[in-house]
T-cell receptor, first 115, second 114 residues
């Protein structure tokens, strides 16, 4: 069965520093991977996705993620964190039936960026 | 182009009552997904529907929970005889169903069971 793990409940970084939010996955076949962000009292917003192609995927708000097949990881990164990046981040993988299927989400990682 | 609309934003019910949560997908989207978010548990898939059909309900509790997406009108998640453990944020998402797509989420309904 498809699954996603986010090993850190919380990540703390100082503004201006690089940030990494970790994600590992377990899928049968080629993975379709996603990152979403949730701000307080809001629904999730799409950041980026990996389907195929370049291992480095660029997304919204300056975020990027690196797909590493050998390590089964899809870590979210940003070169310079902003206080406004503080939010809850979810990694997700597409379910067993790729087309039109539900996404399976990790438990989420709270990112806190201090000024 | 309105996004995914969920109502109500907040719903308070007493134990044993029924809760009805509504979701109107984005214009042009015919696929709807319901998720439940509990503290410390993240976002859990519940059910995936297309117009008039349930595609995948593997995440739905076996009792008291049901979902529908009629030909006309919003998708409804129905919880009968609510218990305190049903208190959570329920999110709806929609898509156009074209491959490994990104989902568009509503702002959620916070259900509180007293």
């Amino acid at each position: 069965a498809q699954s996603v793990a986010q090993p850190e409940d919380q990540v703390n970084v100082a503004e201006g520093n690089p940030l990494t939010v970790k994600c590992t996955y377990s899928v049968s076949g080629n993975p379709y991977l996603f990152w979403y962000v949730q701000y307080p009292n809001r629904g999730l917003q799409f950041l980026l996705k990996y389907i195929t192609g370049d291992n480095l995927v660029k997304g919204s708000y300056g975020f990027e993620a690196e797909f590493n097949k050998s390590q089964t990881s899809f870590h979210l990164k940003k070169p310079s964190a902003l206080v406004s990046d503080s939010a809850l981040y979810f990694c997700a993988v597409s379910g067993p039936n790729q087309a039109g299927t539900a996404l399976i989400f990790g438990k989420g990682t709270t990112l806190s960026v201090s000024s | 182009n309105a996004g995914v609309m969920q109502n109500p934003r907040h719903l308070v019910r007493r134990r044993g009552q029924e809760a009805r949560l509504r979701c109107s997908p984005m214009k042009g989207h015919s696929h709807v997904y319901w998720y439940r978010q509990l503290p410390e548990e993240g976002l859990k898939f519940m059910v995936y529907l297309q117009k008039e059909n349930i595609i995948d309900e593997s995440g739905m509790p076996k009792e008291r929970f049901s979902a529908e997406f009629p030909k006309e009108g919003p998708s409804i998640l129905r919880i009968q005889q609510v218990v305190r453990g049903d208190s959570a944020a329920y999110f709806c998402a929609s898509s156009d169903g074209q491959g490994p797509e990104k989902l568009f989420f509503g702002s959620g309904t916070q259900l509180s069971v007293l």
